[in-house]
């Protein structure tokens, strides 16, 4: 069976400097990694995947992640946050066999001025 | 396109009545996905369809609990009788093929059972 980590509830980050939120998954075979964000009182949003290619994969609104198979992680980046970026970030793995997403439990990210 | 349209966006109702929640995916997706989240657990997949069909209803905590899809533009989560511990926000998502970036969100009900 397909999981993801999250291995940290919130992330706190001043405006300005760079932020990253962890996520580790396990999965038989090759992985399909995707992140997602929630603002408040919305859904979730697509921000980015990897399913093959190079390793670091930019997304939206400024947004990169890091592939690295080695240590099965796929860590959201981004150089400068912003206080808009403020939100809950969901990771997810499927498998390339598979139709489902598994969604990790959810980090908040916190950006302060 | 309009998005996942769901409705209502805020229900409260009493203990023991039966709540029905409504979604209508985007037009020409063939997946339709329930989930429920809350503080405690997160975000629960409940039931998907693909093709109006169910294909996966692991997620459905108990029989008061049922989904419907009678068409490709239409689905609904009923709780009958609804109970305290329902309460949380049920997100409908729809998407093309299954695969993870056409997962759609709509912007969901929030239910509170009092």
């Known amino acids: 069976a397909q999981s993801v980590a999250q291995p940290e509830d919130q992330v706190n980050v001043a405006e300005g400097n760079p932020l990253t939120v962890k996520c580790t998954y396990s999965?038989?075979?090759?992985?399909?990694l995707f992140w997602y964000v929630q603002y408040p009182n919305r859904g979730l949003q697509f921000l980015l995947k990897?399913?093959?290619?190079?390793?670091l994969v930019k997304g939206s609104y400024g947004f990169e992640a890091e592939f690295n198979k080695s240590q099965t992680s796929f860590h959201l980046k981004k150089p400068s946050a912003l206080v808009s970026d403020s939100a809950l970030y969901f990771c997810?793995?499927?498998?390339?066999?598979?139709?489902?997403?598994?969604f990790g439990g959810g980090t908040r990210l916190m950006v302060k001025p | 396109d309009a998005g996942v349209i769901q409705s209502p966006r805020h229900e409260v109702t009493e203990m023991g009545q039966e709540v029905t929640l409504r979604c209508k995916p985007i037009?020409?997706?063939?997946?339709l996905f329930w989930y429920r989240q809350t503080m405690m657990r997160g975000l629960e997949l409940l039931i998907y369809?693909?093709?109006?069909?169910?294909?996966?209803d692991s997620g459905m905590p108990e029989d008061r609990f049922s989904a419907k899809m009678p068409n490709a533009s239409f689905s609904t989560l009923k709780i009958q009788p609804s109970e305290p511990r329902d309460s949380a926000v049920y997100f409908c998502?729809?998407?093309?093929?299954?695969?993870?970036?056409?997962?759609?969100f709509g912007s969901g009900t929030r239910l509170t059972v009092v």
């Open positions: 999965v038989s075979g090759n992985p399909y």
């Open positions: 037009s020409g997706h063939d997946y």
């Open positions: 998502a729809s998407s093309f093929d299954g695969q993870g970036d056409g997962y759609t």
């Open positions: 997810a793995v499927r498998d390339n066999a598979g139709n489902m997403l598994t």
């Open positions: 369809f693909n093709n109006n069909v169910p294909i996966d």
């Open positions: 990897y399913i093959t290619g190079d390793n």
